[in-house]
Structures are given as C-alpha cells and as structure tokens.
DNA sequence: TTATTTAAGTGTCAATAATACACTATTAAA
DNA sequence: TTTAATAGTGTATTATTGACACTTAAATAA
C-alpha cells in the first residue's frame, strides 16, 4: 500500500521532471499622461541597445508574477503602489529569436509627475506618444496595441483614468484626458454632467492658477467609493464613441 | 569593432542562461450548457487521482500557448474550433506545491452535445453546475471564479454565449442560457427585443418538438454578421442586472 | 478703471434605450 | 373539444444619451 503510493508519487514526480522548462519574462506597457498627450514609456536595450523595448525582466524564484512586475516598475520609476494589471501572456514559441521565453505582459498606469521626480537614472527610459511610436522589440508593438484596447475597454465603464492624474486635477483635466485615450473629443457638457453623476470626485475650495484666466476648480478622487465601484460597471463613454 | 559586438552577444546570451526557468502549464476552464445549467467540466488527476482538476498539460517547446490550450482540449474531448480565450496566469510561487510552475489558464466554450458525442475514454470527466463545485487542485477554484466573473462581463457585451448553443436553438434556450450565467431570470419580452435586435439571429421555419406543446421557432446564427460584431461592444445585459 | 480675452461652467430639449408589466396564440394530449 | 403548457408579442413610463450655446470668472492689456 505505502509502495502503491510511492510508486505513483515517483509517476507525478517524473511527469514534472520530463517537462521542458522555459524562460519566463514580464515585460510592462507603462502608461502616463502629460495633460495633453496619452504616452508610454519606453527603454533602450536589446543588441548593442538600438531598439526601443518595453520595460522588462525576469521572473525570480521567489516571486509571484504581479510582484515581479511591481519590483521592475519599481527599478525603473521608484514608483510603488502603483495601477498595475496582468494584460496578456505571449508565449510565441520565436518572439524572442535569442531562445524562447514565454512574456507575461501587464500594463500600469502612473502619475507622469510622481515619476519624474523619482527616477533613478540607471536606465534610458523615454515617454512616447502612443500616436507616433518607434519601432520595438520582439513582439514589444502588440503588446502595447494590445494594452491600449484594453485601456480603452476598461475606461469605458471603470474610472481608471483617474489613475492617471495627480490628486488634485479638474474636470477639463480628466475630460482632456479621457479626449486623448480615445483619441476623439467629447462634449464637456456631457463629459461632465457623467463625470459627476457617479459621486466619485470631491469639488474641493481649490482653484488651479496659471493654465486659464478664470481657473478650474479641483477635485480628489472619493477612494471609499473608489474602491466601493472598482468592480462595477460604469460605461463613461457612449458605446457609439468607442468604435472599437 | 566585431569584437565589442561579440562581447555584447555573449554578456546578452548571459544573461539569458544565467536565468532559472520554469514549468508552464496550461489549465482550461470549458464551460458547457446542458439546457438547464451552466456547467465546467472536471477531470480527475493528481496524487491517485482523488482530486478533481481542471483540464491541463504541459507546453510543448514548438507549440505557442493557445495552439496548446487547443490540443489540450482536444486531448480531452474530441473537439476542434472550439471557442478559447486566454484567461489569466497562475504563478504564485507556492500553486503547485510539488514543483513551481506556471500556469495560463483559458476559457472555453463547447456545445455539451458536440462533446458527448465525441469523447474518448482516456479520461475520467465530469461536468458539474458552476454553483455546486467539488474542491478542485491547487488554485483551479481560483481559475473558475475568475473565469465565471470573466464570462458574465464579456456575454454582457458580446455575444459569445452563441458559443455554447448548438447549431440551431430557441430564443427560450437563449434566455435560459444567459438565465444560468447570471443567475437570475431576464424578462423574456425585454431579453428577446434585445437579442432581435441585434440582427445577428437568423429565424428558421422549423420548430422544436417535444418539449413544449406549441414548440419554440429554431434560429441560427448570422456568421458574417456575428464575425463581424466579434470586437465590438453590444450590452446584452442591462447594467442594472450584472451586480459585478 | 475699464475693456478684452480665454477658458470654465452650466441647462434644455429631443431621441433613444431600458424597464415593468399581461394577455393572446399554438399545439399536444387528455 | 377542452385543457394544459409554453411561445410569442406590445405599450406606457422612466432614465439615459447626445446635441447644442450662452454666461461667468479672472487675468491681462489698454
């Protein structure tokens, strides 16, 4: 019985064993807003560093995926506590010419102003629009085509843009925003009467100086219904805006 | 000149086989419809095959990951063109307590009488209702949750629950369909509106018999109409209803 | 001090979509 | 021919969407 046991145990054992290991990599489509313009930020590696690439890195022994993308984040911008969601896993058996290794890419949303300040400068790192974007990497490009449908989708009925903006912005902000995600522009009427209609943004006292003559009230994110609403529908944007 | 560039190669070559690898899986959740209930179907596996499991295998180094989920599928019920979406990837470092591997979990579609028909024998499977699931390996629990989650907010939108009908079906069977992914009971006036309405439905001249006595009309899919709608949004499901 | 400029902020109306709700039609079987 | 069981259909109310234009606030220039 103990033998019966055993002899299945080395079975399972051996199963695992016979396995082909692979190389497992994260690589992270890092979105940022500039006030004007969507962008992404991009490094240089690969041969002799000649190609704009995505940010990435290997899976350690010890880590769990979302944890290793956060320590890569974390190596490039200083940033933590940061937007971050496993967008897809690319596993081409040539996407890396080099020897295969299977790319579980997840894309995150950071505050461009937080990152400038913190940024070590280990790495030559760049934001791009994501209109005019170089040539990248490996299977680098679909990764971030990917990543923007998918910002796209979710934006529409999660309030994730506000992810992207300082914790103070006003309502053209996030309109101009929202403008530049989906590359069209909105009504503000509408785009606001929306806006507010979910509660989610306190009007603070504060009016933003500098930008206009009359100045933009700001608002905060409310996090209590923030986190309330992550897993809900919302729909901000009308279905026959998003043309996807 | 060549010389630096050699140096290069090998300090990235390095860096590569410097990198511990991993064992990839891939798990799929199949979710099936028997008229009634929205169900998974489960195999048997493990230490003496006590627990039941998702469906799963290893990659295969000339195989890209959905080409695997394929074959996987196929291994274990006969059927090719299956609808397969990549789901999400399992890799906390402690989900497979014998070995660390990592896992890409897909959801599939099949129509359960395609697959009772063709099923080989090789494996002990079950279907079992989403709300009434044994304890499954590892984090497969996990796997099904998300991939329920997954489903409801995609057939909110898309009409992927065609999927799982068969070739001909009824606008009662549809509802019941989506009835049983949501758990709940749509008003059979709205939801066929809203399902006419798409146009993507195709009514045919014949009726369902034997199971109510006036018999239900078959319909059919619009495949150049459905193809073409595949990536668009449609909101099937009143906002209201989804409770996500 | 007043006029000018610039962006902020707000309201209404019409069209569409969503929801709630109940009766009639068809057919098989009794 | 009556009964039973499900299929199938319509309307009225309300909520949401989308189109559209003027007023307000404040800094700057005259």
């Given at each position: 019985m103990g033998n019966l046991r055993s002899d299945n145990d080395q079975r399972m054992l051996d199963q695992y064993t016979q396995q082909q290991p692979y190389l497992l990599a994260l690589d992270s489509i890092i979105f940022g807003f500039d006030g004007e313009m969507?962008?992404?930020?991009?490094v240089k590696r690969g041969v002799e560093e000649r190609t704009w690439s995505l940010m990435g890195g290997w899976l350690r022994p010890d880590e769990g995926l979302e944890q290793a993308a956060a320590r890569i984040l974390f190596d490039l911008?200083?940033?933590t506590n940061v937007y971050l969601e496993q967008l897809y896993t690319f596993g081409d058996p040539y996407r890396d010419p080099i020897i295969r290794t299977i790319s579980v890419a997840y894309f995150s949303l950071v505050r461009i102003a937080d990152y400038e300040t913190k940024?070590?400068?280990e790495f030559?790192?760049?934001w791009f629009s994501i209109y005019d974007l170089p040539t990248l990497l490996f299977d680098h490009g679909d990764m971030v085509e990917l990543a923007i449908k998918r910002l796209r989708y979710k934006a529409a009925q999660h309030p994730i843009g506000l992810e992207?903006?300082?914790d103070k912005f006003t309502i053209p902000q996030l309109k101009k925003l929202y403008d530049a995600v989906y590359n069209t522009e909105f009504d503000k009427r509408n785009f606001s009467r929306?806006?507010?209609s979910t509660n989610l943004l306190i009007k603070l006292d504060e009016k933003q100086k500098g930008f206009s003559r009359r100045g933009a009230f700001f608002y905060q994110v409310d996090r209590v219904k923030y986190q309330a609403i992550t897993n809900s529908f919302l729909?901000?944007?009308?279905?026959?805006?998003l043309g996807l």
């Open positions: 969507l962008k992404v930020l991009l911008t200083g940033l940024i070590s400068g030559q790192a760049c992207l903006l300082p929306k806006i507010l729909n901000f944007i009308p279905n026959s805006e």
